[in-house]
């Protein structure tokens, strides 16, 4: 059974970081793409990034350009956001998303995680 788990979400003030984490298990990734889409309330849902997104490619959102950086580690299934100078804007849940072809902006992965709250107060 494929599972993708988000953790390293939380609370933290305008200006701080976080680092999130995405494991997978169920399959191998390496070949994957990965990547990240956050969704507040009352929004729609918004791509953050990803990695391998497609022939090796890294790809951000705008809003997060800069500030945000997605690595990975094949070897543990593994995929980190690293998210600094974080804003109260960036509040949202944070789904970690994978996808045997290719990730961008409009995709739909196929394969979910249940998402991660990232909370950054003012």
């Known amino acids: 059974q494929v599972q993708l788990v988000e953790s390293g979400g939380g609370l933290v003030q305008a200006g701080g970081s976080l680092r999130l984490s995405c494991a997978a298990s169920?399959?191998?990734?390496?070949?994957?793409?990965m990547g990240w889409f956050r969704q507040a309330p009352g929004k729609e849902r918004e791509f953050v990034g990803c990695?391998?997104?497609?022939?090796?490619?890294?790809l951000y959102g705008d809003s997060v350009k800069g500030r945000f950086t997605i690595s990975r580690d094949a070897a543990k299934n593994t995929e980190y956001p690293q998210m600094n100078s974080l804003k109260p804007e960036d509040t949202a849940v944070y789904h970690c998303?994978?996808?045997?072809?290719?990730?961008?902006?409009?995709?739909?992965?196929?394969?979910w995680g249940p998402g991660t709250q990232v909370t950054v107060s003012s």
């Open positions: 990695i391998s997104c497609s022939g090796g490619s890294t």
């Open positions: 169920g399959r191998t990734f390496s070949s994957y793409a």
């Open positions: 998303a994978a996808d045997p072809k290719a990730i961008t902006p409009a995709t739909i992965p196929y394969y």
